[in-house]
């Protein structure tokens, strides 16, 4: 099947940088949107950020300005960088991506595990 495995979360300062990587690995035939998504205590999961396989991205309004999505489709991996934190911007942050396992098949939606992202002084 595919795996995703994240990596970079951590503790930080408020306006500190974190850069979240999301490397995708298994039977992958081609990726359509990759994105990070996230969950804080108490919270329901929350959209961060996603791309497309063009390029195209889309984020959060709270994010917007300080958290920048890319990716390398070569590598298959997404990465978030994310610059000015806040602790608000505490949570668990999962990665997902739709991927197609063979030609012409339809698109499943996976996730990774989380990494945990924590803003405090």
């Known amino acids: 099947q595919v795996q995703l495995v994240e990596s970079g979360g951590g503790l930080v300062q408020p306006g500190g940088s974190l850069r979240l990587s999301c490397a995708a690995s298994g039977s992958i035939f081609s990726i359509n949107c990759m994105g990070w998504y996230r969950q804080a205590p108490g919270k329901e999961r929350e959209l961060v950020a996603v791309i497309t396989s063009g390029g195209s991205t889309n984020y959060a309004d709270p994010v917007k300005g300080r958290f920048t999505i890319s990716r390398d489709n070569a590598k298959n991996t997404v990465y978030l960088s994310m610059n000015s934190l806040k602790p608000e911007d505490t949570a668990v942050y999962y990665c997902?991506?739709?991927?197609?396992?063979?030609?012409?098949?339809?698109?499943?939606?996976?996730w990774g595990q989380g990494t945990q992202v924590t803003v405090s002084s």
């Open positions: 997902n991506a739709d991927v197609s396992l063979r030609v012409g098949g339809p698109f499943f939606r996976f």
